[in-house]
């Protein structure tokens, strides 16, 4: 098993920056991947970003493209979502996940956090 732990959501303006955190323990060996999420009252879950913990290749969703930086410190087991020029549409849950492989999709990955809350008002 692989516990994820998410940190660092709230309330910010439109414009501001945001770092999420999820912190990986158990048998993180097991899994090569690490991903951001995020699901919007009403909505669907989206896929916002991932990274490989060993080669740390990224992917990123057309929507948060060169607003969003995804980044894994090995050494704390840790994979951080650094997001700037927020928006209002950006608000949602945001859940990490950890999986084999570098996707978008979510039924790939096994292990899923709790979740933290984004909120950008306008």
């Known amino acids: 098993q692989v516990q994820l732990v998410e940190s660092g959501g709230g309330l910010v303006q439109a414009g501001d920056s945001l770092r999420l955190s999820c912190a990986a323990s158990g048998r993180t060996f097991s899994t090569d991947a690490m991903g951001w999420f995020r699901q919007a009252p009403g909505k669907e879950r989206e896929f916002v970003a991932a990274i490989s913990w060993s080669r740390g290749s990224t992917i990123y969703a057309d929507s948060v493209k060169g607003r969003f930086t995804i980044s894994r410190d090995n050494a704390k087991n840790t994979v951080y979502l650094q997001m700037n020029s927020l928006k209002p549409e950006d608000t949602a849950v945001y859940y990490c996940?950890?999986?084999?492989?570098?996707?978008?999709?979510?039924?790939?990955?096994?292990?899923w956090g709790q979740g933290t809350q984004v909120t950008v008002s306008s």
């Open positions: 996940a950890a999986g084999r492989m570098v996707v978008s999709a979510s039924h790939v990955y096994n292990y």
